[in-house]
C-alpha cells in the first residue's frame, strides 16, 4: 500500500502565502506523476498543478504566475508553492502520485486526504 501526507494547508489574508508539502510512503518501486488537485464547496476537483518524473510541469491557466509546483524524489514529496492568493484559491487542496509498486509496468493512481487552505478577503 502507498499513503500521501499531505500538509501546509491554513488560513491566509489574500495575497498571502502558503507552501503544502506531500510525502509518499509505502510500497514504492518509482513515482512517475504527480499533481495536486482542488475541489471549492459545490464545484468538481479540478487539476492546479502536476509534475512529471523529469520535472516537466503543468499548471492550470487559473494559477499560473501565482502557484509553482516542485518535487524532490529522493524525499518522495512533491511541494505547491502557493503566491499572491485569492479567495477563489480557498479548496480542499488534494496531492496525487502514479506509483509503480514493483519493476511491472502497472501504475497506481493514489490520493491523499485533503489540506483545507481558506483565502479571506
Known amino acids: 500500500q502507498v499513503q500521501l501526507m499531505e500538509s501546509g494547508g491554513g488560513l491566509v489574508q489574500a495575497g498571502g502565502s502558503l507552501r503544502l508539502s506531500c510525502t509518499a510512503s509505502?510500497?514504492?518501486?518509482?513515482?512517475?506523476?504527480m499533481g495536486w488537485y482542488r475541489q471549492a464547496p459545490g464545484k468538481q476537483r479540478e487539476l492546479v498543478a502536476s509534475?512529471?518524473?523529469?520535472?516537466?510541469?503543468k499548471n492550470a491557466d487559473s494559477v499560473k504566475g501565482r502557484f509553482t509546483i516542485s518535487r524532490d524524489n529522493a524525499k518522495k514529496t512533491v511541494y505547491l508553492q502557493m503566491n499572491s492568493l485569492k479567495p477563489e484559491d480557498t479548496a480542499v487542496y488534494y496531492c496525487?502520485?502514479?506509483?509503480?509498486?514493483?519493476?511491472?509496468?502497472?501504475?497506481?493512481?493514489?490520493w491523499g486526504q485533503g489540506t483545507q487552505v481558506t483565502v479571506s478577503s
Open positions: 509505502g510500497s514504492i518501486f518509482s513515482i512517475n506523476g
Open positions: 509534475i512529471s518524473s523529469d520535472g516537466s510541469t
Open positions: 496525487n502520485a502514479e506509483v509503480s509498486p514493483d519493476r511491472s509496468p502497472f501504475v497506481y493512481s493514489y
